[in-house]
């Protein structure tokens, strides 16, 4: 069964001071989620402080996000936080800008392709992250493609499937595309105002339809399902509750 999650970076606003991060974590429980990706957490705040409200509010957190450079940056400092934390998976989001091209995409492919092999004898997983400006053509082919043809089976994608719509590609495709590879995924909805002006909806209150997305999602055997939503339109608590309703109304548990 696939397990309901929630990306923490969501609500980065609520993730400045240690007093905050406690009352987030209290509030994100309380509403029933009991896994997080960790994202954007104001560095300043301890890693043992985090380790501790983790404890308190009894959340799980598989993993941790960040951009490529970043994590590659600090790649010791993310291992070490996440054997704090209790994290297997170590998520790298986009492709930076020299990778693209054709050849630099294959590029990519080999440096996630060995960053992938070091984290496994660390005891963890890469997931690569793409978003929309990461969806870019060469002939027959997307960035998205040649990135996974060239990838071990071990290096997994985390979909964001906001970023795959609007990138035009087919996300219930795309999920049996990765199968096997895709323990994780992100749902993220929106819908585009009279003006013209795309906002993100608490997941089922979009105009994305999610029916065939969340039975590719438990067909293929994802692990987690990370509710997101990094801006609002009304209270961002009560829109964590609105998603994880609906996610478990529909079997994401």
Request: charged share 25%; proline share 3%.
């Amino acid at each position: 069964m696939t397990k309901i999650g929630f990306q923490i970076s969501s609500i980065k606003k609520y993730l400045q001071t240690p007093e905050d991060v406690l009352t987030s974590f209290k509030k994100v429980s309380a509403i029933g989620y009991k896994v997080i990706q960790i994202q954007w957490i104001n560095p300043e705040i301890s890693v043992a402080f985090i380790h501790d409200a983790l404890k308190e509010t009894g959340l799980k957190c598989i993993g941790t996000q960040d951009h490529y450079d970043v994590v590659v940056a600090h790649l010791d400092e993310v291992i070490a936080m996440n054997d704090l934390w209790g994290g297997t998976y170590i998520t790298v989001s986009g492709i930076p800008e020299r990778y693209h091209s054709y050849e630099g995409c294959l590029q990519f492919a080999d440096e996630l392709d060995k960053l992938s092999q070091y984290l496994e004898t660390k005891g963890k997983i890469l997931n690569f992250h793409p978003r929309l400006s990461d969806i870019f053509h060469y002939e027959k082919q997307n960035s998205l493609e040649i990135i996974f043809e060239n990838t071990r089976y071990e290096c997994q994608f985390l979909l964001d499937i906001y970023q795959i719509i609007h990138g035009g590609l087919d996300p219930v495709e795309w999920i049996h595309k990765v199968e096997g590879r895709n323990d994780l995924i992100h749902f993220k909805d929106g819908m585009e105002t009279e003006d013209g002006k795309q906002v993100l909806m608490p997941v089922g209150h979009g105009s994305i339809s999610w029916e065939k997305i969340l039975d590719a999602t438990i067909e293929t055997g994802v692990k987690y399902a990370f509710a997101e939503q990094e801006t609002f339109e009304k209270e961002p608590f009560q829109c964590l509750q609105e998603s994880y309703d609906y996610l478990v109304a529909h079997n994401i548990k």
